[in-house]
């Protein structure tokens, strides 16, 4: 069997910890309390693969469950752009709709026959009700497009200053 390179004897905190079945702040734990060691390289840090492996069996990991996996909480990315055309076209919707309830209210004011007031005072429910909906699906896509924007925001602070600069 071949000998390692330097490389090859030092694992990520995420191969560490898939390998010990714990968390990845745990395993940082063990690198600032000198039962692992650690080398840095930039901003990663990296974790010598002996040393884990022998903690492995010091903890006896192959008697501890496999972690569970949290679902990726980062949805779809939608362009800016998009969510922008979508909220003008619900509020142009929303407009449609204020101006048909307007509309349907004063019919039912101008004191129509009673079986046409019922199928008026339905469709003005109705109008209201598509309308509160369409003001739902507008507060969603202004959400969404303030997180897009903080998204942009942070990925922008994570780039170093001169990609900033001449990007």
């Given at each position: ?9 030092y694992?990520?905190?995420?191969e560490?910890?898939a390998?010990?079945?714990i ?5 940082h ?18 974790f ?23 679902p990726?909480s ?14 003008w076209?619900?509020?142009q ?7 048909t309830?307007?509309a ?13 007031a ?10 209201q009700?598509?309308?509160?909906m369409?003001?739902?699906?507008i ?6 497009l303030e ?21």
């Open positions: 069997m071949g000998t390692m390179t330097d490389h090859e004897q694992m990520t905190v995420e560490a910890a390998h010990l079945r968390g990845t702040r745990q395993v734990r063990y690198g600032e309390n000198k039962r692992v060691r650690t080398i840095k390289i930039g901003k990663r840090v990296l010598h693969r002996g040393d884990v492996q022998q903690l492995g069996v010091d903890l006896d990991v192959t008697r501890r469950p496999e972690p569970v996996q949290r990726q980062r949805a779809e990315i939608v362009p800016a752009s998009d969510l922008m055309e979508r909220l076209e619900r509020e919707q929303i407009n449609q709709m204020s101006m309830i307007g349907l209210q004063a019919q039912l004011e101008s004191r129509l026959l009673p079986d046409t019922r199928q008026l005072e339905h469709d003005l429910i109705r109008a009700a598509e309308r509160d369409l003001k739902d699906q507060e969603t896509l202004r959400a969404d997180r897009e924007r903080e998204h942009r925001i942070a990925e922008t602070e994570r780039q170093p200053w001169w990609k900033r600069l001449f990007s």
